[in-house]
């Protein structure tokens, strides 16, 4: 097979990914477009309780009216700031348990039933014990919004550690790495796959600490507008706050890929 041909099945082989790219964004925005406007009909006509499920039209109408007041933009860049600073430190802490139990085996085998124990605990239920040891404040929100990722990163993280493939190990220590090369150069580089599925779980982890904490104590944020919402039975409201969790945690999420795609490449 010479060269022209195989440039003429590369081409078509691409060509055939656009095309697949192409297929699924027009069903997933057909999906989408579809269920808003079968929401936006019965809404309308009465098929659900407006009040209760209110629809698109409204929501978007309390949308320009809270991002005219201010108030839309204030609430939300204080929930997106309190998230991306507990998921950046529960995931930065349970990274570093993770390198400090891979790096001290005795200290991984003491640890390892008070990490199971913390693991399947309910971290939201430790809310109001946070909550009263640091007070109702942003450390508080961010406190829950790190502690709900830290262990369950600690564990996925230190046994990516202890998988990668002992050849590796073997051969930076054949040409005399001691530990410390050997993490850096083999161990961390390797585990690059499951850092980056862990960031990704990490997304959704840390909405719903900083949601649940802003539940309890916050007079600011989206947990606070929902929280407002349901009392004044303002059932729009909450949904607009939905509306908002989802676009940014879908941004972050983003965020995690296209780091995954700088650090991983194929």
Not at 84 to 96: E, K, N, Q, R
Not at 150 to 161: D, E, G, M, P, S
Not at 211 to 234: A, D, P
């Amino acid at each position: 097979m010479n060269n022209l041909q195989l440039e003429k099945q590369h081409s078509a082989y691409l060509k055939r990914l656009r095309k697949e790219k192409y297929e699924i964004t027009g069903w997933q925005l057909f999906i989408l477009l579809a269920f808003l406007t079968l929401w936006e009909t019965a809404g309308r006509f009465n098929w659900i309780d407006p009040l209760l499920f209110s629809y698109p039209s409204k929501i978007s109408s309390l949308f320009v009216a809270k991002l005219s007041d201010g108030s839309l933009a204030l609430h939300t860049s204080v929930t997106l700031l309190e998230t991306i600073a507990g998921f950046i430190l529960g995931t930065a802490l349970g990274t570093l348990f993770a390198a400090a139990l891979w790096w001290s085996r005795k200290a991984s085998r003491i640890s390892d039933p008070y990490l199971v124990v913390l693991n399947s605990m309910p971290k939201v239920a430790l809310g109001p014990i946070i909550i009263v040891a640091l007070g109702p404040g942003y450390l508080a929100i961010i406190t829950m919004g790190a502690s709900i990722s830290i262990i369950i990163t600690t564990l996925v993280i230190y046994h990516a550690f202890h998988t990668v493939e002992p050849n590796y190990v073997k051969v930076i220590q054949s040409f005399g790495g001691n530990k410390k090369h050997t993490f850096l150069e083999v161990i961390l580089p390797a585990s690059f796959p499951a850092i980056i599925s862990t960031l990704k779980v990490n997304v959704g982890l840390s909405w719903v600490g900083v949601i649940v904490g802003e539940f309890l104590v916050s007079k600011q944020g989206l947990g606070y507008m929902i929280i407002y919402g349901f009392q004044v039975f303002n059932f729009t409201l909450v949904l607009l706050s939905l509306f908002m969790i989802a676009v940014f945690s879908s941004l972050m999420y983003l965020g995690v890929e296209w780091l995954e795609r700088k650090l991983i490449k194929n």
